[in-house]
C-alpha cells in the first residue's frame, strides 16, 4: 500500500509546475520544495529504521540525526531530482523490506508505548506520507490548481 501511497504523492508532485515548488503557504511552513524532500527522505529514514538491527522511529526524531540525514540529500533540489528520488528510493526500499518480510513480521519495535511488530512500522511510514499528500494537495489549491486526486476523480469514465 506505501507504493500505491506513493504513487499518490508523485502525481500531486508532477501536477504542480516546478516554477511554483518554492510556495510557502505561510510563516514558518516548508515550502512545497522542502516538503518533497523531507518526504522522501523520511521515507528512506523509515526503512532503514525497519531494517536495523535495534529499531527506534524515535531516532529519526533527533534533530542531529534530521540534519544528517537532510545533508546527505542536500544537492537534491530540482523537481526532477527530488521525484526521481522518491521514485528509487520507493522501489529499492520496498524490494528491501520484501526480503525481509519474515523478519519484519516475527520481529518487534516500540510505537506508541507498546511492543508491536515491525510490519505496524512500515503502515506508520505510509500514514506518515498520506499526511504530507494531503499538505500538497492543500498546497496545489492555494496555489489555484486543482490537486492530481481531485482530477483523476472529476474525469469522465469511459
Known amino acids: 500500500m506505501w507504493e500505491v501511497f506513493r504513487d499518490g504523492t508523485l502525481a500531486e508532485l508532477a501536477n504542480i509546475p516546478e516554477a511554483r515548488w518554492d510556495y510557502r503557504p505561510g510563516e514558518g511552513a516548508r515550502s512545497l520544495r522542502e516538503l518533497a524532500l523531507h518526504i522522501a527522505v523520511s521515507g528512506i529514514g523509515f526503512t532503514a529504521e525497519l531494517l536495523a538491527p535495534e529499531t527506534s522511529f524515535m531516532r529519526l526524531r533527533d534533530p542531529y540525526v534530521q540534519a544528517e540525514m537532510m545533508a546527505r540529500y542536500s544537492t537534491v533540489e530540482s523537481k526532477q531530482d527530488i521525484i526521481d528520488l522518491l521514485k528509487t528510493s520507493m522501489t ?4 528491501s523490506l520484501r526480503e525481509e518480510a519474515d523478519m ?3 520481529k518487534t519495535m516500540v ?5 508491536q511488530s515491525r510490519i505496524t512500522g512500515i503502515w506508520f511510514a505510509a500514514a506518515h506520507e498520506m499526511y504530507h499528500r494531503g499538505q500538497l494537495a492543500t498546497y496545489a489549491r492555494g496555489m489555484g490548481l486543482v490537486p492530481a486526486m481531485t482530477q483523476r476523480l472529476q474525469a469522465p469514465r469511459k
Not at 510505537?111 to 511492543?115: D, S
Open 92 to 95: 529499492e526500499g520496498a524490494k
Open 104 to 106: 519484519l513480521s516475527k
Open 111 to 115: 510505537m506508541l508505548n507498546a511492543e
